[in-house]
């Protein structure tokens, strides 16, 4: 199947939304989506973008049952690692299910990889869920490593009020 992988647009916006939405219906968890293509535009768009997206496309005549052309993304931005320097993070790689085994996966995660060399980057980073097997099998085949496993590394987040509670502790 022909597809095409290029730099999301402002307009690429609501198929990213879309996209978002099915990951997280996937991932067992549609409520935790609290954003819209609003902010995607944005925070991705402005002077200094917060992300970078790429977005995979098919022929018109390769359309999904309902009608989208834009049939997978990747959002990703930069990091930087005391020990290793530059860092890609990569947030999302999603291709819509009608579309997987095509290599539009494999493209998608090729072209941060390239993105993370052009830019020096020492390393691309992202994490999975636990009993995403398709998507560990996948990611390991490709020869990344599981730090959980390798070194024991926990992936911790602040949000809501603890978050809140935490930027009142700052002088």
Known sequence: ?????SAAKPEDCKDIERMIMELAVYENMPDQVKI?????????FGPNPFYHCLVAEVPEEHKSKDGNTTVG???FFYTYSTWKGRTV???????MPEFRGNGIGK???GAVAKEAKDQLCSRLQ???????KPSLDFYMAKGAEDLTAKEGWHFLRFHGMALDNLAQEAP
């Open 1 to 5: 199947m022909r597809f095409t992988i």
């Open 36 to 44: 819209s293509h609003k902010e995607l535009e944005r925070d991705g």
């Open 73 to 75: 993304y990747v959002i």
């Open 89 to 95: 993070y990569m947030e999302d790689l999603y291709v």
């Open 107 to 109: 493209a998608l995660l």
């Open 126 to 132: 992202f994490s999975v869920l636990d009993w995403n």
